[in-house]
C-alpha cells in the first residue's frame, strides 16, 4: 500500500508559493513529530527538523556520512538512494510507499517519501534545492482514537487488533504470546485471519498499515 503520512502531505501540498521560502517552511517542518529530511536526487541532506536531527544524533536509525543521509541498515540505504532518485521525475520508486526501517536498539520504525517535484510542492523544495522529504516515525507510536478507525476499516475484533498492535511494537509471535499471555498458537491464528482481512502477507506489512493510520503531527493542546 502506498501510503504518505496524509497530513505531512497536505501541509506540503497547501503551501502557497509567496509564504514557502526556506524560512517559513523551516517552521512548519519543526512542527511536525515525525523526522523529516529533505535530499537531492543523490541522497545529499539538505535539511533536518528538529526531530530528525534528533535522530541523527542517535545515530540509531539514520546517519549522515559526507553531508549524506543513510540508514544503518545497507539493505535500507540501497532502497533509499533509488527512491531519492526516482524522486527526480517526481515519482516514487514502485513498492516503496512505506519502508520498515529497525534501529540497532530492536525498535521499529517506518520511512515514508514524498516527491518535492511536481505540483504545488515543486516551489516548497525548490527553496533547498530538494527533490523529496523522507518522513521516519517509530511504528510503536500509534494513537488509540487512530486504533479505532483501523479496527473499524479491517472489521477486527478487539484482539485481533491487539494483536496486530502488539506484532508492530514488539516483532514476533512468541514476543506477543508472552505479553498478552497467551499461546503461541492462539497468536499465530489471529495474525492469519488478520492477513485475511488486511490483504497483507507478511508481518512486516503491519508496519506499514499501522504507520498509514498515525499522523505526524504533534498533539497541541490534546488536539491533533
Known sequence: MN???????AVAQTLEPEAANAAAFADILDGLDASLYLVDAGGRLLHANTAGQAMLDTCNVLLEIRGHLMACDPAVSQTLRQVFAASRHGVAAPGTGGIPMIGLDGQRYVAHVLPLTSGPRRRAGADYGAVAALFVRKAALTIPSRSEALRSAFKLTPMELRVLLAIVELGGVP???AALGVAGTTI???VR???EKTGTARQADFVKLVAGYATPLR???GVR
Open 3 to 9: 501510503v504518505v503520512p496524509c497530513r505531512a502531505l
Open 175 to 177: 514476543e506477543v504470546a
Open 188 to 190: 499465530r491464528t489471529h
Open 193 to 195: 485471519r488478520l492477513f
Open 219 to 221: 498533539e497541541i493542546g
